[in-house]
């Protein structure tokens, strides 16, 4: 099956710094999306991504859909306490969902 | 606002014990989904379904059975529980056929068999 490499697997990040994770795969997708995930709780989602070269903020995260299609990144700017937890990314290709193992991100105050 | 409500949020089991996990959702979403999720690996599908009375199996269908008698219930169950199913299992629901507008995900069922 289509499998996700995730990286880097783990950060830790002063409070400010900018952060930049990446998924990449060896398969095509159609659609990347990317999901955060608190201790305790279920991933939620942050930003999807339908199109090749397609670029999505949603406050201070920015996502791209790579144009290869094999890959995708999330860009985080001036990070804060609150965005420690674990980033996931997943692909869509036709009815197959797939997702990464995850970026575990520390935030140091 | 309760989303997709999982039960219970831990659970023991000692190997060979039968339980079963509790998934409603209030969105009235079609498509709904079980997954597992464990250390260093992404969350891997075991079963889904695409309405009121379907069921189909995922990637990890193993050892594992579905139920989805009411639109908002999705229920799993393990037949004869084995440490290999330790795990972290989830419960989605999407508006969309495919999940491409993103899952709703419950908060998540610890379980652990000794």
């Known amino acids: 099956g289509q499998q996700l490499n995730q990286s880097p697997q783990s950060m830790f990040i002063q409070e400010g710094e900018d952060v930049s994770m990446n998924c990449t795969s060896s398969?095509?997708?159609?659609?990347w999306l990317w999901y955060k995930q608190d201790p305790g709780e279920g991933p939620v989602l942050l930003i999807a991504l339908y199109k090749a070269g397609e670029l999505t903020s949603n406050g201070r995260l920015t996502a791209q859909f790579g144009i290869t299609r094999k890959d995708s990144f999330l860009n985080i700017s001036a990070s804060i306490p609150s965005d420690v937890g674990i980033y996931f990314c997943?692909?869509?290709?036709?009815?197959?969902?797939?997702f990464g193992a995850g970026t575990r991100l520390t935030v140091k105050p | 606002n309760a989303g997709v409500t999982q039960t219970p949020k831990f659970r023991v089991l000692k190997t060979g014990q039968s339980m079963t996990l509790l998934c409603a959702q209030d969105m009235n979403h079609e498509y709904m989904y079980w997954y597992r999720q464990d250390p260093g690996m992404g969350l891997r599908l075991i079963h889904y379904s695409v309405g009121e009375g379907t069921t189909a199996k995922g990637e990890v269908p193993d050892g594992y059975n579905v139920s989805r008698l009411k639109k908002q219930n999705f229920l799993l169950g393990l037949e004869s529980a084995a440490p290999s199913q330790t795990s972290v299992y989830f419960c989605?629901?999407?508006?969309?056929?495919?999940?491409?507008?993103?899952?709703?995900f419950g908060s998540g069922t610890r379980l652990t068999v000794v």
């Open positions: 989605a629901s999407s508006y969309s056929p495919r999940g491409d507008w993103g899952y709703t």
């Open positions: 997943a692909g869509l290709f036709n009815n197959d969902m797939r």
């Open positions: 398969s095509i997708f159609n659609t």
